[in-house]
């Protein structure tokens, strides 16, 4: 097949704001409009190419018509010629638009491939016309800009044109945006089932705060009769969402509680920066007396949908999903309980928080917590028509390549979850070589992590994770692992510099504290572990992670203590230690070379053979343990553990032997 048949016509609208934009009464509409009256049409009659079926980005579809302005049996002037843009099918039940509302009138120019356009706009309650001018290029895809810079893309549904995609590729292009907020630190995410629904693409933005970069994102269950989404992050970079600072509330709220909103509203015009609004519960049952949904005052717009409502105690009571564009002040919530049903049908059980850090905080304080686990959730923007390249043919072959570059990758990371790294190393290396000039920092990143725990080759994983750092400096999962290859290279200084640079990052990245923590230990620089293990201590109850334990990070830091000869105060850091994991080995040795210090032998021969109970090759508990029996006059005992201690590694051991063995 010619590879010219696989591009995507396209039409853009290009507009000219001179004539401005005025305000009308409301949408025109026609009655009698269906779409079966439509497609007879589009069926019996040779069209021109503006014609046919369209859906926009925002999910909203229309049918483009011919017009015919004279009333005469006169010969009809291309100019007297116009289409009507109809509302086919609105993307919500909104009220703003219905089946029948005139979109828009294009207009026939002088040049056949100039169109001009009176295209109605809503800021609710309020109706606008704004007059640009359309240049038509190609017959399956229109771009409209409005005179503000909002931009309106429609794809071409029927008929068929003979330029067109494959059917799989059909709606790549329909970009749109909505609100989601976190579940799980793991990047399990809630957003409204209409967001993602016929999704070919999910991005997050906002994770952890950060907008600079999007994170790659996949539908896990759904429940389209209550409008509810789960996706989760499966992007390679990811590593945490952080503890959700937030929890759900048992019960309804009342009529008259306060209440907030949190989300991404209309963000071509508004930035992306999140919004808060508030309000109250109106009611208790919402469009048409919807029990599963409250009605609120709190002001909603264009892609709220999906955020999170939260009472003044900052408890989660609901997920916003829609506005009532005739009344003012009127939006729909959806009732927190269909989430907790929607969280049952995960394939893997999550563990909501059950304390709210929220509460009883002032609400700006709730909102700056509540915003960095509340995201953008972009539907659709893979950026495969960036720009109009005028060379179509370097274009598709581009195109294709990166389709090809990113099957690769995906059959890559799914050899990599089932640790097949050598099939896994083969497909990535496919994936780089295919996208070559348009490489993506995921694919180091991924091919990095293939060198680095499939084959443990560190000098390898860490030049691509130099290559994916050069291509995207804010990376935090390529410098945290980075610096672990620096770590087990014995290349401190290196890795302390990429667990310094993720700090400076994200201050709240626990698991740096913690890497550089060991680093240091390893440096005998005992003062600055202890400072960063103080970090993450701190925010124990904000910072979960599956990274490390809590009792080996009190159990480390008493370990940097003890090696001060600070033994009084190591003591209760290591009875917190145990308190939380009584089955470790490696705290119940630190407990009994603590006491082997504090001169308490009993009580070091006890804790060394809980260790050694839980771990038969413990040499540092045997040499402990032979040290403390001597020291009680039972030498024989005392020197059998010695040698065992040395049989095992421990380096000290022998010169002990020498000493007291003879």
């Known amino acids: 097949m010619n590879i010219k048949y696989l591009i995507l016509s396209i039409i853009v609208f290009v507009s000219i704001t001179i004539f401005g934009q005025k305000k009308i009464p409301g949408a025109m509409h026609v009655d009698n409009y269906s779409d079966e009256w439509a497609k007879s049409y589009f069926d019996q009659f040779e069209l021109d190419p503006i014609e046919g079926f369209w859906q926009s980005n925002d999910g909203m579809k229309y049918a483009v018509k011919k017009y015919m302005n004279s009333s005469s049996n006169s010969e009809i002037k291309s100019t007297d010629i116009s289409y009507r843009m109809y509302v086919s099918s609105p993307n919500v039940d909104n009220g703003i638009w219905i089946i029948g509302d005139v979109k828009a009138i294009i207009q026939n120019t002088s040049n056949i491939n100039l169109f001009s356009m009176e295209f109605t706009t809503c800021v609710f309650p309020e109706?606008?016309?704004?007059?640009?001018?359309?240049?038509?290029?190609?017959?399956?895809?229109?771009?409209?800009?409005?005179?503000?810079?909002?931009?309106?893309?429609?794809?071409?549904?029927?008929?068929?044109?003979?330029?067109e995609l494959p059917k799989t590729q059909s709606s790549n292009y329909v970009k749109s945006s909505g609100t989601g907020f976190g579940l799980s630190s793991d990047g399990y995410i809630i957003t409204n089932y209409h967001v993602i629904k016929d999704a070919n693409s999910i991005e997050v933005k906002g994770i952890n705060g950060i907008f600079s970069k999007k994170l790659t994102a996949e539908v896990i269950v759904s429940d389209e009769k209550n409008d509810l989404a789960i996706i989760k992050i499966n992007d390679p970079s990811f590593i945490s969402l952080g503890f959700i600072p937030y929890s759900i509330r048992q019960g309804v709220a009342d009529v008259g509680e306060n209440v907030f909103v949190l989300g991404f509203p209309l963000t071509s015009s508004m930035g992306e920066e999140v919004k808060l609004t508030n309000g109250i519960v109106s009611s208790k049952t919402g469009y048409q007396g919807d029990i599963s949904t409250y009605q609120i005052s709190a002001p909603v717009q264009p892609g709220n949908s999906g955020g999170p409502l939260f009472d003044k105690n900052g408890?989660?009571?609901?997920?916003?999903?829609?506005?009532?564009?005739?009344?003012?002040?009127?939006?729909?919530?959806?009732?927190?309980?269909?989430?907790?049903?929607?969280?049952?049908?995960?394939?893997?059980?999550?563990?909501f928080p059950q304390i709210n850090i929220l509460n009883g905080k002032i609400l700006t304080e709730q909102v700056k917590i509540a915003s960095n686990f509340t995201y953008l959730i972009i539907i659709n923007d893979k950026e495969n028509l960036k720009k109009e390249n005028k060379n179509i043919d370097a274009a598709t072959i581009s195109a294709l390549n990166k389709i090809l570059a990113y099957k690769h990758y995906q059959n890559s990371y799914e050899l990599y979850k089932n640790k097949e790294y050598k099939e896994a190393l083969k497909e990535i290396n496919l994936s780089i070589e295919s996208s070559t000039g348009s490489e993506y920092p995921g694919s180091f990143h991924l091919r990095a992590s293939i060198y680095m725990y499939g084959f443990r080759n560190y000098e390898e994983a860490i030049s691509d994770f130099t290559k994916s750092l050069q291509i995207d400096s804010d990376v935090i999962a390529s410098y945290f692992d980075r610096g672990r290859s620096y770590y087990y290279l014995d290349k401190h200084i290196e890795a302390i510099n990429d667990f310094t640079k993720i700090i400076s990052l994200d201050k709240e990245?626990?698991?740096?504290?913690?890497?550089?923590?060991?680093?240091?230990?390893?440096?005998?620089?005992?003062?600055?572990?202890?400072?960063?293990?103080?970090?993450?201590?701190?925010?124990?109850?904000?910072?979960?992670?599956?990274?490390?334990?809590?009792?080996?990070?009190y159990n480390n830091k008493a370990y940097c203590l003890i090696e001060?000869?600070?033994?009084?105060?190591a003591l209760p850091l290591v009875n917190e230690a145990l308190e939380l994991n009584n089955k470790s080995s490696y705290i119940w040795d630190t407990s009994g070379e603590l006491y082997f210090k504090r001169g308490e032998f009993e009580r070091c021969i006890k804790d060394m053979t809980k260790a050694i109970e839980l771990d038969k090759n413990s040499n540092n508990s045997f040499y402990y343990r032979g040290l403390a029996k001597i020291k009680l006059g039972k030498n024989k005992e005392g020197c059998e553990d010695l040698f065992k201690a040395k049989e095992f590694g421990k380096v000290e051991a022998d010169t002990a032997i020498k000493e007291k063995c003879r």
Request: with cysteine.
């Open 127 to 163: 109706y606008f016309v704004e007059n640009i001018f359309c240049i038509v290029l190609n017959p399956a895809m229109i771009k409209i800009k409005e005179n503000n810079g909002n931009e309106t893309i429609l794809v071409k549904l029927y008929p068929k044109t003979g330029n």
């Open 315 to 351: 408890y989660l009571i609901g997920v916003v999903n829609a506005k009532h564009t005739i009344a003012e002040n009127a939006g729909y919530a959806i009732k927190i309980n269909y989430v907790n049903n929607l969280i049952e049908l995960l394939p893997q059980s999550i563990s």
């Open 509 to 553: 990245t626990t698991e740096a504290y913690y890497m550089r923590a060991l680093v240091k230990s390893d440096i005998n620089d005992c003062k600055g572990a202890i400072s960063d293990y103080d970090e993450i201590i701190k925010r124990k109850k904000t910072s979960k992670s599956d990274f490390y334990e809590m009792a080996i990070v």
């Open 564 to 569: 001060l000869n600070l033994l009084q105060e």
